[in-house]
Nanobody, 117 residues
Framework: QVQLVESGGGLVQAGGSLRLSCAASGIIFGFNDMGWFRQAPGKQRELVARITSGGSINYAESVQGRFTISRDTVKNTLYLQMNNLKPEDTAVYYC???????????WGQGTQVTVSS
């Protein structure tokens, strides 16, 4: 079955960096768009970054120039490199896979990122 397992979250000071990983099983990148979403308490889940099955990438304006999404097809792992972190980046970050043919979504359990000022 499909499994998405995030790791790499934690506590970091403003200006610091973290690298999130999403180990995917039961997922073929060529048939899925992959993305990172985040959700802070009391707020809606928002898209942070997405890489499509064809390799196209887009970012939320708030993270442009600071975050980088990438994938390793051999390891079947999705990454999010986060640099120059800000307190407003504090949220639970979720890995997402969307089947391009059926638009079926799969989600990881989330990993907490907390950025102190």
């Amino acid at each position: 079955q499909v499994q998405l397992v995030e790791s790499g979250g934690g506590l970091v000071q403003a200006g610091g960096s973290l690298r999130l990983s999403c180990a995917a099983s039961g997922i073929i990148f060529g048939f899925n768009d992959m993305g990172w979403f985040r959700q802070a308490p009391g707020k809606q889940r928002e898209l942070v970054a997405r890489i499509t099955s064809g390799g196209s990438i887009n970012y939320a304006e708030s993270v442009q120039g600071r975050f980088t999404i990438s994938r390793d097809t051999v390891k079947n792992t999705l990454y999010l490199q986060m640099n120059n972190l800000k307190p407003e980046d504090t949220a639970v970050y979720y890995c997402n896979a969307r089947q391009t043919m059926y638009l079926t979504d799969y989600w990881g359990q989330g990993t907490q990122v907390t950025v102190s000022s």
